[in-house]
């Protein structure tokens, strides 16, 4: 069985992005606008000889409603499945109110929980890690997923228990 790894977090911080990347496909939808994977989505993925599952999702903000209820039921399922979990925010905008509630129900479970700033081209990367410290899940992982800066480190500490 090959270890699972899921991408949550809210609509467009770039968890499709990084799917893409690390299963080197364009099968995810990537735009501006937030919520087009409504469902989850598989990959085989493969970072230095390292091969995986990744699990993209459409997004959770923590208190949904109506179609986004069923969106969020999927990243708890993609989390039920996952050996470990990239918690994604965006640092370019930095923390919000839906990243404090979804911390909150990954605080509540047993999976290895990642938090990932991404989008660090362009910002200053050690003041947009040091907000999100605040949110209480330990050390932060800067990437630029588009970039494919940081991608491969955090993989490997992500699967270093699973191999
Ligand atoms: P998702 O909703 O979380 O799947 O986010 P997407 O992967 O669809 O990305 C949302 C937007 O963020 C798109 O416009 C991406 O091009 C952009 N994006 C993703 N990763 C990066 C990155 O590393 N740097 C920058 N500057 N933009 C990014
Ligand atoms: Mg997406």
């Known amino acids: ?27 995810a939808l990537v735009a501006d606008y937030p919520g087009l994977t409504r469902d989850r989505q598989y990959g085989q993925a493969n970072v230095e000889g390292l091969p995986f599952i990744v699990i993209d999702t459409g997004g959770i903000e923590g208190n949904e409603q109506g179609i986004d209820a069923k969106m969020a039921e999927q990243s708890l399922l993609a989390i039920e499945e996952a050996d470990a979990v990239l918690f994604m925010v965006d640092a370019r905008t930095g923390s919000t109110s839906a990243d404090i509630a979804i911390s909150e129900h990954l605080r509540k479970q047993s999976k290895k929980v990642f938090l990932v700033a991404n989008k660090i081209d362009g ?14 899940l330990g050390e932060v992982h800067p990437i630029a997923a588009a970039h494919n800066r940081g991608v491969t480190q955090l993989i490997n500490l992500a699967l270093a228990p699973h191999i």
């Open 123 to 136: 910002v200053d990367a050690d003041s947009a890690v040091a907000e999100f410290y605040d949110i209480g």
């Open 1 to 27: 069985m090959l270890p699972v790894v899921a991408l949550v977090g809210r609509p467009n911080v770039g968890k499709s992005t990084l799917f893409n990347r690390l299963t080197r496909t364009r099968d």
